[in-house]
């Protein structure tokens, strides 16, 4: 009798695990994970994400040894996704492969083809199953919001009682993918995950949403579970129904919890724009490579050296975008504010390549993921054509987030000495001053590398003329109806009139 496969990618778990049971109902599994080392030459992937991951393998072995009364129980193999299938069919006959979809990077999408058209070959049945409150197939946007909360509603499935193992030889995995400085990263596995929700739900919650903008206070008020739900230690699943169950509990206690109430449905929302977005991937695969609108098509096509650098290291001149750039290198997370306003930085003022901007910053993250990635880089690259535009001034965001510049003395100590009155623009200070507080600008700390504010009004004036043609406007029209979040009024209206209607908070429409 052949054997079960169960491909394990960006479910690192073994509760709700839709495959897995699937598979232990069946017959003897083999649960797999595959290193390819072809994935990780991928431009988008870094060290810091896969030490995240090894970290969660590491859990994942034990505990699906435990449902198997062994030790530890995940198989690991390295090699090209085909050729190891393709081996383990010859040595045990692959009765069924089972996965979850994933809305992976284009390397993966095809990858994906090619062990469907290997299994198709070999008649193997492959399937996969859902997990991302993503509709695989969907062509426009109609009914998605239903669909999506019949998902999440579904209770997770508790990991099965007993999994029958192959035995089968695993294959060392490598530590390192390649050099990567990382001092200060988040943790893998699945009982940290479970950490974080808890205390995030029971106590750090109350901070959400006064704490989410600023840097410094976002790392404790948000819930960090981002790599987690990104490499599937937690399933979008289980995370809904914890917080609608700790929504009940608190509703329950009446008024004085209405505060606490509001947060958690703030943080229920942004797990569904998760799925949106990486819906939008799914749906349109281009966005990785391409602009989703044509209009900036040939602008911003050249990668200038010495301003990409000077962003990329966290060397413009700028303190606030500076210290949100070297806390993003030495911590692999930043909060949601502070990665648009970088991204802006650097295709508004810099004027840089958005996929270069995207792809440093995929590097940067450990919670990479693509769909809410490259939707999110689009959008504040302003090559979506249906997206607010939003160029920040990063000196009013340095006063409003970080007042008395402590986060960035945190993050730039050349500047550590200068005072909160000079701190948000060094360069303005006087030489006499410079010299008094230890830091000489374009000697000990940069020079701004553009004057941010006649850089942000040219590229105002490019993105205006761009997006005003008609060719454009009618471009944008078509992209709104195919692609962006509806209101559940807008869900139910006529395609005309959801031209009129607003559109979600995540502020899409020019
Ligand atoms: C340019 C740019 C790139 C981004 N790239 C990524 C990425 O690669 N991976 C990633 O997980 N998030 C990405 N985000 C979205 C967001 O910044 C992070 O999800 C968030 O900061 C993670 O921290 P958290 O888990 O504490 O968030 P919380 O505020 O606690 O949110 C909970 C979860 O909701 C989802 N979420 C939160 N905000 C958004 C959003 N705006 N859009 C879609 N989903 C959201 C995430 O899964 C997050 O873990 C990006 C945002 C921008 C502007």
């Known amino acids: 009798m052949g054997i079960q496969v169960v491909w394990f990618k960006r479910d690192l778990r073994v509760h709700d695990h839709a495959p897995l049971r699937e598979a232990a109902g069946q017959g003897r599994v083999l649960p797999l994970y595959l290193f390819e080392p072809e994935l990780w030459r991928q431009p988008d992937t870094s060290q810091r994400q896969w030490r995240f991951i090894r970290e969660c393998l590491q859990e994942l072995d034990l505990e699906i040894g435990k449902l198997s009364g062994r030790r530890k129980g995940l198989v690991t193999r390295v090699g090209d996704a085909v050729e190891v299938l393709e081996q383990i069919h010859q040595q045990c006959g692959i009765d069924a492969l089972w996965a979850h979809q994933e809305t992976g990077n284009g390397w993966t999408f095809e990858r994906d083809k090619r062990v469907r058209r290997w299994a198709r070959r070999r008649g193997v049945p492959f399937h996969e199953l859902p997990q991302d409150g993503v509709i695989r197939g969907l062509q426009g946007r109609d009914g998605w919001r239903e669909a999506w909360s019949a998902f999440v509603s579904q209770p997770p499935l508790p990991a099965p009682g007993r999994v029958e193992l192959v035995d089968a030889p695993c294959e060392q995995l490598p530590t390192s993918v390649g050099e990567d400085r990382c ?3 988040q943790h893998g596995g699945r009982a940290r995950g479970l950490e974080l929700l808890y205390s995030f739900l029971h106590s750090r919650v109350s901070g959400y949403l006064r704490g989410m903008s600023s840097p410094a206070r976002a790392v404790h008020a948000c819930s960090r579970l981002s790599p987690h739900l990104a490499y599937g230690t937690l399933s979008l699943r289980e995370v809904v129904h914890a917080t609608r169950q700790r929504t009940e509990e608190l509703q329950a206690q009446g008024d004085r919890s209405e505060p606490l109430v509001r947060a958690l449905q703030a943080f229920e929302s ?3 724009w998760r799925s949106h977005f990486m819906q939008r991937l799914e749906s349109l695969p281009s966005l990785e490579f391409e602009p989703m609108h044509p209009a900036l098509a040939n602008e911003r096509t050249t990668l200038v050296p010495h301003l990409f650098e000077a962003w990329a290291t966290g060397r413009t001149g700028y303190p606030f975008v500076d210290a949100c750039m070297r806390m993003l290198r030495a911590t692999g997370w930043i909060n949601f504010r502070m990665r648009a306003m970088l991204t802006a930085f650097a295709c508004y003022h810099l004027w840089q390549p958005w996929r270069e901007v995207g792809l440093h910053l995929a590097r940067l993250y450990v919670d990479y993921e693509p769909g809410i990635h490259w939707s999110q880089v689009q959008m504040q690259a302003g090559t979506t054509g249906i997206s607010a535009l939003r160029i920040y001034n990063v000196v009013k965001q340095s006063i409003e987030l970080d007042p008395q510049g402590k986060f960035i003395q945190q993050w730039v100590p050349e500047l550590r000495k200068v005072p909160a009155e000079w701190i948000h623009e060094p360069y303005r200070m006087p030489l006499s001053l410079q010299e008094e507080y230890g830091c000489r600008i374009g000697v000990d700390y940069p020079t701004p590398v ?17 997006y005003r043609t008609p060719e454009a406007r009618a471009i944008s029209e078509e992209l709104l109806l195919r692609h962006a979040s509806r209101s559940p009024r807008a869900e139910r209206s006529s395609p005309q009139s959801r031209r ?3 559109l979600f908070a995540e502020g899409e429409g020019l």
Request: proline fraction near 8%; charged fraction near 25%.
């Open 270 to 272: 942004r797990l569904r």
């Open 183 to 185: 001092p200060y990263p």
């Open 450 to 466: 553009v004057d941010h504010e006649a850089a942000a009004r040219a590229a105002r004036q490019r993105l205006f003329s761009a």
């Open 500 to 502: 009129q209607l607003s």
